[in-house]
């Protein structure tokens, strides 16, 4: 997968970093711990400027979280509500939770929404929250932007700087995603286990 990432920015330039990350958002194929690593190694050989491709990945991975904000935004609480109520028990959740949910989000939204976009696998559900709370858009693009930008120039000088090592980079980053991945499922099976509907 590493040489095929590779061999499309390479061929592709920004245009392929554009799409790779904006596909990783709407539908992760490929971890953007991959793509953005890849395009600060291949700036790192002089292929292109750091700064432009940590830009335009980015800009990928925005419209990646525009398209899933508008999303949840058109189903709207209103529309949630029934399929809670059908199939709460295997979301973990009740409609009282959502409510919950709502009020915790109004008042935290921005910084869930900063800080999620810098943590694997979370990143890419965050806008789903934002949406369905109706969350405004200026804010949301704003910290959206500032958290995708942040994590896009972390993975885009790691691979910079470690040029030649990017196989360690890959397999700490790979370990770190893993981690992420089995704790939320971890956490998934706890909820299934011990959720029971609020009174």
């Keep these: 997968m590493t040489d095929w990432v590779q061999d499309l920015?390479?061929?592709?330039?920004?245009l392929g970093v554009f799409l790779l990350m904006f596909l990783e958002t709407v539908f992760p194929p490929i971890p953007?711990?991959?793509?953005?690593?890849?395009?600060?190694?291949?700036?790192?050989?002089?292929?292109?400027?750091?700064?432009?491709?940590?830009l335009v990945g980015s800009a990928g991975a925005m419209l990646g979280n525009f398209f899933?904000?508008?999303?949840?935004?058109a189903l709207g609480m209103a529309r949630l509500k029934p399929l809670i109520e059908r199939y709460g028990r295997w979301l973990t959740m009740d409609w009282n939770e959502v409510v919950r949910g709502e009020r915790w989000f109004m008042r935290?939204?921005?910084?869930?929404?900063?800080?999620g976009r810098m943590l694997p696998t979370v990143r890419s559900l965050?806008?789903?929250p934002a949406g369905l709370m109706r969350m405004r858009l200026a804010p949301f693009l704003a910290w959206s932007s500032l958290g995708t930008i942040g994590w896009s120039a972390m993975l885009a000088i790691g691979g910079?700087?470690?040029?030649?090592r990017f196989a360690e980079m890959e397999a700490w980053l790979?370990?770190?995603?893993t981690l992420v991945v089995l704790a939320?499922?971890?956490f998934y099976l706890w909820r299934l286990i011990s959720w029971r509907p609020s009174r």
């Design 160 to 164: 910079w700087v470690l040029g030649t």
């Design 9 to 14: 920015i390479a061929q592709s330039g920004y």
């Design 32 to 54: 953007s711990e991959i793509i953005m690593s890849m395009a600060g190694l291949q700036a790192a050989k002089g292929g292109f400027s750091l700064t432009g491709v940590i």
């Design 174 to 177: 790979g370990v770190g995603s």
């Design 184 to 186: 939320l499922a971890a």
């Design 108 to 115: 935290h939204g921005y910084l869930f929404v900063f800080i």
């Design 68 to 73: 899933w904000y508008g999303a949840a935004r």
């Design 126 to 128: 965050v806008s789903l």
